[in-house]
């Protein structure tokens, strides 16, 4: 069955409209879309939860975030990855989503998963205490970006990494130059890269020794 023009187009609409928004105020997925965010995208390798716990080596015992988490997509396996020993911090705006979190995780017996409702850009982060972090198809939705990733940089130990996932069925996909740009202006340094200019995987890393 075909979908109709319209729809089409009224898909389009919307998404372009929430792009705009998005622009000037913090727009994240409402709770009640949960559903479009839960489980990977079939058709994005580099943005599926397993690919991105992989390129970030995470070892068990570490401590890492993430940033503006959702329903814990990506939470959950970044939990197992790090083991009893390990922490993950699971940052999000809503609190309806972080309940999702800390039920899933309660119900997998994930005790090493904390909440946070936090905004990234307004310095809420604690400094340095992170080993990694993500932000999968989040950072268009924050106003500013930068301070967004000036706040991701801060939280992490020297020689920490960044992964920021992003898929162009997203309506808030932010293309591989524009984060770099702004990453490379808050003293990141680029890592790795995996996928394509529609679906990629961007792996940051907070120098070990940093310009005074």
């Not at 109709?4 to 105020?25: D, M, N, Q, T």
């Not at 009640?32 to 599926?48: C, G, I, Q, T, Y």
């Not at 005790?111 to 268009?140: E, K, M, N, S």
């Amino acid at each position: 069955m075909t979908i109709p023009l319209y729809l089409i187009a009224l898909f389009i609409a919307v998404g372009l409209a929430w792009r705009l928004v998005s622009r000037r105020h913090a727009l994240p997925c409402p709770a009640w879309l949960r559903w479009m965010v839960e489980l990977d995208n079939p058709f994005a390798a580099s943005n599926k939860a397993a690919f991105i716990v992989a390129q970030l080596q995470i070892e068990p015992g570490m401590q890492v975030l993430d940033a503006g988490c959702g329903p814990g997509r990506v939470t959950l396996p970044l939990a197992r990855a790090v083991g009893p020993q390990g922490r993950v911090l699971a940052l999000d705006l809503q609190p309806a989503m972080l309940e999702l979190v800390r039920t899933k995780a309660e119900a997998e017996g994930l005790d090493q998963v904390r909440t946070q409702a936090a905004a990234l850009g307004q310095g809420q982060l604690a400094p340095g205490q992170h080993d990694r972090a993500v932000i999968a198809a989040v950072l268009g939705e924050i106003p500013d970006r930068r301070a967004a990733l000036a706040d991701l940089f801060h939280s992490l130990k020297p020689g920490g990494l960044l992964a920021v996932a992003e898929l162009v069925f997203d309506p808030h996909f932010q293309p591989r130059s524009s984060v770099e740009k702004l990453a490379h202006s808050v003293g990141f340094q680029s890592h790795g890269f995996h996928g394509h200019k529609a679906a990629y995987l961007l792996v940051l890393q907070r120098p070990v020794a940093e310009m005074p």
